[in-house]
């Protein structure tokens, strides 16, 4: 459906509007035996200091009546004008509420327009988080579209939530394109491992003990950072750091509060519990026994809902530290370190044994690793978070609290990065060892 240009609006947007119509037209001729569907001309408000989520409907009808691993949503294609990319939270909502990350934050501090973007499972281009504006080709988001494939309806009203964070800067959509077909996002598993379907799933020892293994994926950090100057006008002193962490375990890692304390609230990405207290959380221990997987608890860290532009949701506390150390006669010495972050625990994506993004300590991960995909989270709910087995949880650069605030007078050089998970080891995994990521980085912007 097309929606009316605002009168208001700048007509310094018509011209590449112009030139991104025909393009996006063939674009929407790709959706190989599907059905397109498609919103256009909207107007994008700059942040206002509050909570605001631009919602753009899509209408969907006349499609079979559940998603399924033979048709479901295929490919997301759109083009925005903003002068600052990294600035925008792009979701999309399916009519049963399920929703997903397409690009959050993305094109550091001077990336400008997504142009003929697509984003599909397994996009030809890469992940979007690791990619560049304005972001032309086929992508995989920041997020997870196999979420969608739940046996839902597609038909009826989708939603792109578009939420602007940063003060400066206006936007338009041109056009958003839903494309629907027999080949949609779903996770492959070369042995199928669930809650419900055990039988497949392995476990490590007699104890039957199905513990995550939680660890930095090298190749988000080593791609995205960035040293501000001393003097930069908006981020000074700044080392902003990219973090994604990869559960490599025969198990998820979960956690939640007591049952008692949530109750039936918040099973999404709640926005409206603006409870400011924290609550403690468990962690559920999985064992597989004669085919049967139970589950034990331990209390563990707490959670809190976090307010901060671009979340509104729940966050577990403390649970990265990153530092900057020197290696000095051999022996470690500690030089700067940044407040505990805590984090939305979900699984944004997936490892893939074809993304050169899966490497971890020159290992490729994939739809080969045993209980692959065992879990499932996809929200920052109070009720339940965590990481499947195989997936990880990514926080871009530009996101808030993703840097180490270096002191006044910091001494340009060579340093270690490093960023440890679980820094005060509450949290039961099979192997801690491997929760300390480094990398060297060079400063040289600071004043002397």
């Known amino acids: 459906m097309g929606i009316k240009r605002e009168n208001n609006y700048s007509d310094s947007w018509q011209p590449l509007a112009t030139v991104v119509f025909f393009t996006i037209f063939l674009m929407g001729s790709i959706a190989l035996n599907g059905q397109v569907f498609k919103t256009s001309n909207i107007k994008l408000y700059d942040f206002f200091n509050t909570f605001f989520i631009k919602e753009i409907p899509i209408e969907v009808s006349g499609l079979p009546n559940h998603m399924t691993e033979n048709f479901g ?7 925005i004008q903003h002068k600052r990319v990294s ?7 399916s009519p049963d509420g399920t929703t997903v990350w397409v690009s959050n934050r993305n094109g550091g501090t001077t990336g400008e327009n997504y142009i003929n973007t697509q984003c599909r499972q397994y996009g030809k281009n890469g992940l979007i988080n690791n990619a560049a504006a304005p972001f032309t080709g086929s992508f995989t988001p920041s997020g997870e579209f196999s979420f969608f494939t739940n046996n839902s309806n597609p038909n009826g009203t989708w939603k792109l ?3 602007d964070l940063q003060k400066g800067e206006e936007g338009f959509l041109d056009s958003v394109v839903l494309h629907f077909g027999n080949h949609p996002a779903f996770i492959k598993q070369r042995k199928y491992c669930s809650f419900s379907d055990p039988n497949l799933c392995t476990a490590a020892d007699k104890n039957g003990l199905l513990l995550p293994d939680l660890v930095i994926v090298p190749s988000f950090t080593k791609n995205q950072y960035q040293e501000f100057a001393y003097n930069d006008p908006m981020y000074p002193r700044q080392l902003k750091i990219a973090v994604a962490i990869a559960n490599i375990g025969l198990g998820p890692l979960e956690v939640a509060p007591d049952s008692v304390l949530a109750g039936n609230c918040c099973n999404g990405d709640s926005i409206k519990n603006m409870d400011a207290k924290r609550f403690d959380l468990y962690q559920k221990i999985y064992s597989l026994h004669k085919n049967k997987i139970t589950f034990g608890v331990k209390k563990t860290g707490t959670i809190y809902y976090e307010k901060m532009p671009g979340h509104h949701h729940f966050h577990v506390d403390d649970w990265i530290e990153m530092r900057l150390v020197k290696v000095v006669n051999g022996k470690r010495k500690l030089i700067c370190k940044g407040n505990k972050v805590s984090y939305c625990l979900f699984t944004t994506g997936m490892l893939y044994e074809k993304d050169s993004s899966s490497i971890i300590n020159k290992i490729q991960y994939g739809t080969n690793m045993s209980n692959y995909a065992l879990g499932e989270y996809y929200a920052c709910s109070l009720s339940k978070q965590g990481i499947s087995v195989g997936g990880y949880d990514y926080y871009g650069m530009m996101y808030e609290g993703q840097y180490l605030q270096l002191p006044q007078g910091f001494k340009n050089g060579s340093y ?3 960023i440890e998970i679980d820094p005060d080891k509450k949290y039961t995994e ?7 990521f480094r990398m060297p980085v060079t400063i040289s912007k600071q004043q002397q």
């Open 73 to 79: 949503l295929e490919i997301v294609s759109f083009t």
């Open 87 to 93: 600035d925008l939270k792009i979701q999309l909502q």
């Open 161 to 163: 939530l578009v939420e």
């Open 416 to 418: 270690f990065l490093e």
């Open 430 to 436: 099979s192997n801690k060892s491997n929760n300390t």
